[in-house]
């Protein structure tokens, strides 16, 4: 099943922090820390172009039904705590246990940690959810030493 997540309901923005992420309840700071995901970027020194930041949650292997898949960015800092808005016009896909935000035209700015949560049922038959979350650090090498052109 594909879902085609709107771009309002899906970000966290920077205010809106401490309400928990989205409409689906969760905390900044909650869940169980579950692995990296990862990002494609055509070329490290391509500014201006598109990139995908991907959490597949099947690639952790200790999960196979993960729903409810959200996005946020960290702070320069790393801290879950004060999240940030993600700028431009981002778009989500999610397929499955699989969820890919795509960042279009990005610059130096959208460079940083983002994080994806989902839900996973407390086995089979049982009631209850535990959040989990993947963080996708998104710092191409040429970001140390690009300077900024703005």
């Excluded at 946020?72 to 896909?93: F, H, M, N, Q, W």
């Excluded at 009631?127 to 710092?139: C, N, T």
Aim: proline fraction near 4%; include cysteine; hydrophobic fraction near 35%.
């Amino acid at each position: 099943m594909l879902r085609l997540l709107s771009v309002a309901s899906l970000f966290l923005l920077a205010s809106a922090a401490r309400q928990g992420v989205l409409d689906y309840g969760y905390e900044p700071c909650e869940g169980r820390y579950v692995g990296n995901g990862y990002y494609n970027l055509a070329g490290e020194r391509s500014y201006n172009r598109q990139v995908e930041l991907v959490c597949d949650f099947r690639r952790s292997r200790s999960y196979d039904r993960v729903t409810d898949i959200a996005w946020i960015k960290l702070d320069d800092y790393g801290s879950c705590r004060r999240a940030e808005a993600i700028r431009g016009r981002p778009t989500v896909i999610t397929r499955r246990d699989k969820s890919v935000l795509t960042i279009p035209l990005h610059d130096s700015r959208d460079h940083g940690v983002y994080r994806c949560f989902g839900t996973v049922r407390s086995g089979y038959n049982r009631i209850g959810r535990r959040v989990v979350y993947m963080d996708v650090p998104f710092l191409p090498r040429s970001y140390r030493y690009a300077p900024d052109f703005y």
